[in-house]
């Protein structure tokens, strides 16, 4: 069993090492973001999209996803 010490010391490396590994994710996350972008983009470009900004988010539209057509809605079943 471990003592009350041997518990105390467990907790802290655990403690710091989430802690550490907390703090990369973060300072990592700018270059993971511009990273998908960018491969975002380059998906885009190459089913012949457009990159646009709608209401403050990027998209890609793509001409055959442009306009949506009505729908109707499914005939009734024979019986």
């Not at 989430?18 to 703090?23: D, E, I, L």
């Not at 885009?44 to 709608?54: H, I, L, P, R, Y």
Request: a positive charge.
């Amino acid at each position: 069993m471990l003592s009350f010490r041997g518990a105390q010391l467990a907790f802290i490396v655990v403690t710091l090492v989430a802690v550490g590994a907390a703090m990369f994710r973060v300072a990592t996350a700018p270059d993971r973001v511009r990273d998908r972008r960018n491969l975002a983009h380059a998906v885009c470009d190459s089913v012949g999209g457009e990159w646009t900004v709608v209401d403050k988010a990027e998209t890609c539209r793509r001409a055959d996803t442009l306009p949506l057509p009505q729908l109707q809605p499914y005939p009734p079943k024979p019986n």
